[in-house]
């Protein structure tokens, strides 16, 4: 981008701010290069608020760290086995959730892991990945660097970076063609 776009009351030229100014010239890159980044990011996800009782939540999040979730470590990510017992404790979730859905999913998948390292969550075309938070174990939740609470959910078009310790349900929506 242009640092005259940023500045259009500057009729100097770059080579000129080059010549000048090469701290300013670098900060106009690094911004430059961060608000071109901060946008295709935002068009990866968007964030929600859930519908549901803290109470309903908590009760998921209580789950989800019992002996009957059994998380198994898979490719460097805790992931729940028991997915059968998950889409029925999940049920309301799921259903408050695919209110929120255009066009309607042809199918939904339900899975739940455990964050404690940054990782990649994959979107494939023709999917989205509904990422809800339910329990923060440590520090804070970012979503391609926007901020996640719990009482939220991010709605992912295509894969994005996490970070933060947390446990989280997972729901894979295939969209009607």
């Known amino acids: 981008m242009d640092p005259r776009r940023l500045?259009?009351?500057?009729?100097?030229?770059?080579?000129?701010?080059?010549?000048?100014?090469?701290?300013?010239?670098h900060f106009l890159c690094c911004l430059v290069a961060d608000l071109e980044e901060m946008e295709s990011n935002s068009e990866k996800l968007t964030i929600h608020s859930l519908p549901l009782a803290d109470s309903e939540i908590g009760k998921l999040a209580a789950w989800l760290e019992t002996e009957d979730a059994n998380f198994q470590s898979v490719d460097?990510?805790?992931?729940?086995q028991n997915t059968a017992q998950l889409a029925t404790i999940c049920s309301t979730l799921v259903k408050e959730i695919m209110r929120n859905t255009e066009p309607s999913p042809s199918q939904n998948?339900?899975?739940?892991?455990?964050?404690?390292?940054?990782?990649v969550i994959p979107a494939q075309d023709g999917w989205i990945v509904d990422v809800i938070p339910v329990k923060i174990t440590e520090g804070s939740i970012k979503m391609a660097e926007q901020p996640l609470a719990v009482g939220q959910?991010?709605?992912?078009?295509?894969s994005v970076e996490v970070t933060g310790g947390f446990f989280a349900v997972l729901l894979l929506s295939e969209l009607a063609r």
Request: net charge positive; hydrophobic share 35%.
């Open 153 to 158: 959910y991010a709605r992912l078009a295509r």
């Open 7 to 25: 500045f259009p009351h500057t009729s100097t030229t770059q080579a000129t701010l080059r010549r000048r100014c090469p701290l300013l010239q």
């Open 76 to 80: 460097n990510f805790h992931i729940c």
């Open 109 to 119: 998948r339900v899975s739940a892991m455990k964050f404690d390292r940054p990782a």
